[in-house]
């Protein structure tokens, strides 16, 4: 967009940060890609979008899954969280940061947070004695639990009795009584407002266990050696440390711009944390409270909860796998209700890829595209001819730019969608209504001919516009097929910017049909051979690994699939590594993550195509000397061969190229 980037009013959403104490399902990537399109519909409306997502790294359970794995703490929840981080990217999330709870500067200010809680009076010693709910991190009394197991989520409990701090919640209950009575935005769904109103802050709040003594995989209370913040104190305070908060001192800029956010998106789950815990934290840090918290549905497999004993868990990089991402996106977005549990079945899912996005979308785009290039060689028509039979089209498709913002800012995603979905459905009718083939065969009718192909492919571009904000890649397929510049927010609120005497790019294909039987069999065969995978892995866990702990290692697969076996030399003499000098670095045509390499390597120039996009500006990489993993078997990346892998360092946000520390000629050996 043309106008000052500092003009544009802030937005700041945020995601609940995942546990690192296994791989993500599509359950937890549901959220993800749901504040994403909401991200990307903002930025595009006009909005300065910051966007923040991450994981959440310390606490009980954490520390005994990383045990069971014979991991250092730190090392399994490096592993996880890049795993998370790896799912994150595969869904094409476009998150500003994501942020980890074991950084050192974050950490740092959770114990001078907590230390001016208890400065202040706010947090007091004591004994706590209950029960504890690992799997949620939550303290309940022997009343709460209901048949002697958690409330929320029916797992086994712990009895706990230590020495611990307590925050008085009690004392900031009127308060925050009152604010949410106030502002009834605030807690979304309405239902949801109503539960935490009702049967917690009415009743009365009890102070809130906030350090633990039983074990040390968290933060430590820096004036009470033994004692470790209670991990949703760590957590929670994540969506003011990273942007800028700074405890005792002044805030930075950045913060003061995005602080208080716009909206948290969490799961129903954790709605009770985030509306009542949470804006008490910050009502005693003095901070303003965030303006929305919204706990949507959750996505279940079938009719029931997705979980690794029910054996029915289904991972976002299986699905992509199987149906392409724009599919799995679609289906995240569109078919989850606003306040119910939504549900997720392959029939489904291939029910709506073949309903709607191959009858609908696909269609529609083909065809338009398809006479285009019949009866104009490709060469966009000019607008002509307004009838009455246009009218209808043409306002619908205007009437987005008014409907979108109003449902979007309502976090309506899935009607957002079907409302776009609606005009591509009128538009196909419109295809009928006006017959282009038959008109084709009267030379006198040649220009409403290009009239109804011009409103066709103008629906398209508006659509295929806003379509960037759900659907990234296919938002982008179509907007190159069009060759149109004119993909602005204020692009859209016009019916006629599409450039006539334009050339359609190349076709691209959108979607593809699926034989349901076939796909079926496809994803069984897949799971097995990733299933005999995946035990085979299991083979190399290192031997140090007590017989229990492999066995346990092997259940949590996530560490089994993160967790890097000893290799030997032999093993090493396998890779052959060279000495590489970059060339040339352009964006890949499809994907917005990916940078296309040619690298001269010595025997060859190779092209590379690396997930890095984000990390380097494309323009200042020719000429730089890298580290090339040069008989990796080469592979396909959204149609752009790769022959080869970069090799980079990682810390935290940061990349950095590995290369010899002198110039070394292209095709050296590294060894
Ligand atoms: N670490 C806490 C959140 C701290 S936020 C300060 C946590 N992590 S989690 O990994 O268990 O869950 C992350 C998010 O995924 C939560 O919002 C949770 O509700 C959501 N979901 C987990 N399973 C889900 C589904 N099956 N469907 C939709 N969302 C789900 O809680």
């Known amino acids: 967009m043309a106008e000052d980037k500092a003009a544009k009013k802030p937005y700041y959403i945020t995601t609940a940060i995942a546990y690192t104490s296994g791989k993500p399902h599509i359950g937890n990537l549901y959220e993800i890609v749901l504040a994403d399109a909401i991200a990307r519909f903002m930025r595009f409306s006009g909005y300065d979008v910051y966007f923040q997502t991450g994981t959440d790294e310390h606490g009980q359970k954490i520390q005994d899954k990383a045990e069971a794995a014979g991991m250092a703490p730190q090392r399994f929840v490096d592993e996880i969280s890049a795993e998370i981080k790896r799912n994150w990217d595969i869904m094409n999330i476009s998150y500003d940061k994501f942020v980890r709870t074991t950084d050192p500067d974050h950490m740092a200010k959770i114990q001078k947070i907590f230390k001016k809680y208890y400065e202040q009076g706010d947090i007091y010693k004591g004994m706590y004695e209950g029960w504890y709910c690992k799997p949620d991190e939550s303290f309940f009394t022997e009343s709460q639990l209901v048949d002697g197991k958690c409330p929320d989520c029916g797992r086994e409990v712990e009895y706990a009795k230590e020495e611990a701090y307590f925050f008085r919640l009690s004392k900031y209950a009127g308060a925050l009584e009152e604010y949410i009575e106030s502002h009834p935005d605030f807690i979304q769904p309405e239902s949801r407002k109503n539960e935490m109103l009702n049967n917690f802050i009415k009743p009365g709040l009890k102070d809130l266990c906030v350090s633990r003594t039983s074990f040390s995989w968290g933060i430590p209370v820096d004036f009470d050696p033994g004692h470790v913040v209670y991990v949703w104190i760590d957590a929670l305070a994540n969506y003011i440390t990273f942007p800028g908060y700074n405890p005792g001192g002044a805030n930075d800029e950045f913060f003061e711009k995005f602080w208080p956010a716009d909206v948290h998106l969490v ?114 028509p000019e607008s002509c001819c307004d009838e009455d039979i246009d009218g209808e089209l043409k306002a619908m498709t205007i009437e987005l730019h008014e409907t979108l913002p109003e449902k979007m800012a309502a976090l309506k995603i899935s009607d957002s969608m079907q409302s776009i979905l609606n005009v591509l459905r009128r538009a196909n009718k419109y295809v009928d209504e006006t017959t282009p083939w038959v008109l084709a065969k009267d030379p006198a009718q040649k220009s409403r001919l290009g009239g109804v192909l011009y409103n066709l492919l103008e629906v398209v571009r508006i659509c295929g516009c806003y379509l960037k904000c759900f659907l990234p890649d296919t938002g982008d397929k179509i907007i190159a097929m069009l060759s149109t510049t004119h993909t602005d927010w204020e692009d859209c609120a016009v019916f006629g910017k599409l450039e006539s005497g334009n050339t359609l790019g190349e076709t691209q294909k959108l979607f593809e049909r699926i034989d349901p039987a076939k796909k079926q069999k496809e994803i069984a065969d897949y799971l097995a051979n990733k299933q005999k995978t995946t035990a085979e892995a299991a083979n190399v866990i290192p031997s140090a690994i007590p017989e229990t702990a492999k066995a346990e290692t092997v259940k949590a697969e996530t560490a089994l699939e993160t967790a890097k076996a000893e290799i030997t030399a032999e093993d090493f003499a396998k890779i052959e590594i060279k000495v590489g000098k970059i060339i040339s670095c352009e964006k890949h045509p499809n994907a917005e993550k990916l940078l296309v390499f040619k690298v001269d390597t010595g025997e060859k120039v190779r092209t590379i195509v690396s997930g890095i996009a984000k990390y380097f500006d494309p323009a200042t990489l020719a000429g730089k000397q890298v580290c090339v993993l040069a008989n990796l078997k080469s592979a396909k990346l959204r149609g752009v061969e790769s022959e080869g892998m970069l090799l980079l360092a990682e ?21």
């Open 651 to 671: 810390e935290g946000d940061k990349l950095s190229f590995v290369a010899p520390e002198q110039a070394m000629a292209p095709g050296s050996i590294v060894k």
């Open 267 to 380: 799961g129903k789950d954790i709605i009770r944390f985030h509306t009542i815990y949470w804006p008490i934290m910050l009502m005693a840090l003095g901070l303003p409270l965030p303006k929305k918290v919204f706990g949507h549905p959750w996505l279940l497999v079938g009719d029931g909860k997705m979980s690794k004993s029910k054996g029915n868990v289904i991972y976002a990089d299986d699905l992509v796998e199987s149906f392409g991402l724009d599919a799995v996106r679609y289906y995240c977005l569109k078919e989850m209700p606003f306040a119910q549990d939504g549900s997720l079945t392959y029939d489904l899912l291939i029910e709506r890829i073949n309903g709607e996005l191959v009858n609908i979308l696909g269609n529609l785009v083909n065809r338009t595209m398809a006479m285009t290039r019949q009866y104009f060689d490709g060469v966009i």
